[in-house]
């Protein structure tokens, strides 16, 4: 899976996103820091939106539930 470097910005939430082409042409993301978090695509760009949104889910929804607001967040 091709990756790219993560920052260290100590004020912001970064989530790394990992990128896989499967052998039929389809592209898979993931976010191997949140559990469960992978989507497919057409494209890799495709397939980033689609893991993005995914993952803005589920951190809206621990947001939620900690009641408390999160840092800022990147996605890279």
């Not at 993560?6 to 939430?13: C, I």
């Not at 980033?48 to 607001?69: G, S």
Request: hydrophobic share 35%.
């Amino acid at each position: 899976m091709a990756t790219r470097p993560q920052p260290t910005d100590g004020d912001s939430q970064s989530f790394q996103i990992e990128y896989e082409q499967e052998t039929d042409g389809r592209w898979l993301a993931e976010v191997p820091s949140l559990p469960g978090v992978m989507a497919y695509g057409a494209t890799k760009r495709d397939a980033e939106v689609e893991v993005t949104a995914l993952a803005l889910r589920i951190i809206a929804d621990r947001t939620q539930e900690a009641r408390k607001p999160p840092k800022s967040i990147t996605f890279l």
